[in-house]
Every structure is written in structure tokens, then in C-alpha cells.
């Protein structure tokens, strides 16, 4: 089983920056789409990036397109988000996950248990 922990968010003032990482270990995943996700207070959880194993395709969604990039190390099992010019409705636990399609990704079917995640609070 993989275990996916995720780490490096934080408080940040509306317009800083972030970069949260997601680190998988045990029986970890080769050649599978990896994708940030992120579950607001009272809101349901949801699709945040997408990267493939390559790097080569990237997919955002649209609140966040222009001010995050998703990366990846597969050397060190790592998937990273850099968050630019934050806004308060960032704010939220942003969790990891992988699988092996966009298209399974995007619609938040994903292949290993949630993990605790990282909280992300932007203020005005």
C-alpha cells in the first residue's frame, strides 16, 4: 500500500506564496497521474492539478489556472504545488493523490486512501 503524506502549507497573507509537497512511500506508484486536491471547511473536496508521470501534460482547474503549478520528482516520490498570488478562498486542507488517468482524476477517483493533508489559510 502507498502511503502519501503531505506537508509545507501555512498561514500566508492574500497575494503570498506556498509550496506544498506530497511525499509517497511503501509500495509507490510508477508511471500513474499524481493530482492535488483541496476540501475547504463545510465544502466538498476537489480537483485542484493534475501531472503526468513525464511532466510533459498538466491540467488545472480553472480557479486556480495562472497562479499554481503543479511538479513532480519521481527520483525522490515527490509532487509539489507552487501557489502564487493566493486568495482567501484558497483556503483549505490540500491533499495528494494518484491515478492512472486525467480523466479519473478530475472527477476525484482516485486510487489510494486519503491522507491527512496540509492546511493552506490565506488571509485578507
Known amino acids: 500500500q502507498v502511503q502519501l503524506v503531505e506537508s509545507g502549507g501555512g498561514l500566508v497573507q492574500a497575494g503570498g506564496s506556498l509550496r506544498p509537497s506530497c511525499a509517497a512511500s511503501?509500495?509507490?506508484?510508477?508511471?500513474?497521474?499524481m493530482g492535488w486536491f483541496r476540501q475547504a471547511p463545510g465544502k466538498e473536496r476537489e480537483f485542484v492539478a493534475a501531472?503526468?508521470?513525464?511532466?510533459?501534460?498538466?491540467n488545472y482547474a480553472d480557479s486556480v489556472k495562472g497562479r499554481f503549478t503543479i511538479s513532480r520528482d519521481n527520483a525522490k516520490n515527490t509532487v509539489y504545488l507552487q501557489m502564487n498570488s493566493l486568495k482567501p478562498e484558497d483556503t483549505a486542507v490540500y491533499h495528494c493523490n494518484f491515478d492512472r488517468e486525467f480523466y479519473n482524476i478530475e472527477r476525484m477517483r482516485v486510487l489510494s486512501p486519503w491522507g491527512q493533508g496540509t492546511q493552506v489559510t490565506v488571509s485578507s
Open positions: 501531472i503526468s508521470w513525464s511532466g510533459g501534460r498538466r
Open positions: 511503501g509500495r509507490t506508484p510508477s508511471s500513474y497521474v
